[in-house]
């Protein structure tokens, strides 16, 4: 008797300084291969994931969402705590959930959210390396959430933009950008319709440079409107970098009602 195919949705959590990436390469240290391989241990067949987004080397997740085809007849159990027996520390599955044939990890998404974690003190950390991005003055967070807020808007983000992305157009709605300064670190809040290649860590290192007044608030508007990836900052570290928000439509019964949202455990509520 043929099974027929189910698809399975699964939250993933991990750091993504362990790994070279999420995208599957070669070499097989990615966060793609170690999960492919460790679920196809438990399906006993290959096993291909499709992922809500690609994120770079060093770049952490809280809430990657992930789906995959199989015929093979498994609990949801075994697709989290089986799976996780076969994964290293720097990854684990969080919850899974089968789904319609219709949905579909990325395009099915209508929002996501980053934030980035950023400590302004004169010595490097130690202990929260590679989980916290790193300045070594102190940056004004009033000027820079000032600033940030002039992100907020459908607009051309191709001054954010990394040469090397591959998005059909620039154009992205910016629902929230936010900037505080809370329990020791400064924590930036982004949530979109989509971003670009970079675009997140762009952001970061032009509201850095507000911060550390090399140029003024007004400036992140005239470079948006300026369209020219030469006229920004440089590319911010990776570091601090956590994708932790995707949202889907309520149709598909994913935790948090369809929205998934969470934040990295520590320094921040």
């Not at 027996?85 to 579909?104: K, Q």
Request: aromatic residues 10%; charged residues 20%.
């Amino acid at each position: 008797m043929v099974v027929a195919d189910v698809r399975i949705a699964l939250g993933i959590e991990y750091a993504g300084d362990a790994f070279e990436g999420w995208q599957s390469q070669p070499h097989g240290r990615t966060v793609q291969d170690v999960l492919e391989r460790a679920l196809g241990a438990i399906a006993g067949e290959p096993i291909k994931l499709h992922a809500a987004g690609r994120t770079d080397t060093g770049v952490h997740a809280t809430a990657q969402v992930a789906h995959f085809d199989t015929g093979a007849s498994r609990s949801l159990a075994a697709w989290v705590r089986g799976a996780n027996t076969f994964l290293p520390l720097g990854v684990s599955v969080r919850w899974s959930l089968e789904v319609d044939e219709d949905f579909h990890a990325r395009f099915s998404a209508y929002e996501r959210s980053y934030r980035y974690l950023l400590c302004d003190v004169p010595v490097r950390p130690a202990v929260l390396a590679g989980k916290v991005g790193w300045f070594h003055l102190p940056l004004d967070v009033e000027k820079m959430a000032t600033a940030a807020a002039q992100l907020v808007g459908e607009y051309d983000f191709s001054s954010f933009r990394a040469a090397s992305c591959q998005a059909k157009t620039p154009v992205r709605n910016m629902l929230e950008a936010h900037v505080r300064r809370e329990a020791g670190v400064i924590v930036f809040d982004f949530r979109a319709n989509g971003f670009l290649h970079h675009m997140v860590r762009n952001l970061v290192g032009a509201l850095v440079y507000v911060g550390k007044g090399e140029r003024p608030v007004q400036w992140i508007s005239e470079l948006l409107a300026s369209r020219e990836r030469a006229k920004g900052a440089p590319t911010f570290s990776p570091d601090g970098l956590y994708l932790c928000g995707v949202a889907y439509p309520p149709r598909w019964a994913l935790p948090d009602g369809g929205r998934i949202m969470s934040r990295p455990y520590f320094a921040v509520s």
